[in-house]
Nanobody, 117 residues
Framework: QVQLVESGGGLVQPGGSLRLSCAAS????????MGWYRQAPGKQRELVAT???????NYADSVKGRFTISRDNAKNTVYLQMNSLRPEDTAVYYC???????????WGQGTQVTVSS
């Protein structure tokens, strides 16, 4: 099990950028997959981006070309760089970590991202 703490959310204007951070309570070197989900009011939680221990990445179609996920194993942290933000990106963003393909994911508490003029 790993504890995850997100930071970096806030209010930004359309077209702006934010970088979310997800700090883990222990080494993430061997964690199979980490990533980000988001949940907007009245909507289901949806996958935004994932990154595996081998560095493979996957993105939702809606964020491809705008968002970049990365991981710094030395700092036990996963990042989500979000550029060209749109109002529809407004949501609570949750970090998750999955130790292996059979384990249930651990979740952070979430960080609010609001894109509005």
């Amino acid at each position: 099990q790993v504890q995850l703490v997100e930071s970096g959310g806030g209010l930004v204007q359309p077209g702006g950028s934010l970088r979310l951070s997800c700090a883990a309570s222990r080494s993430i070197f061997s964690i199979y997959a980490m990533g980000w989900y988001r949940q907007a009011p009245g909507k289901q939680r949806e996958l935004v981006a994932t990154i595996t221990s081998g560095g493979s990445t996957n993105y939702a179609d809606s964020v491809k070309g705008r968002f970049t996920i990365s991981r710094d194993n030395a700092k036990n942290t996963v990042y989500l760089q979000m550029n060209s933000l749109r109002p529809e990106d407004t949501a609570v963003y949750y970090c998750y970590g999955r130790d292996n393909i059979y384990s249930n994911p651990d979740w952070g508490q979430g960080t609010q991202v609001t894109v509005s003029s």
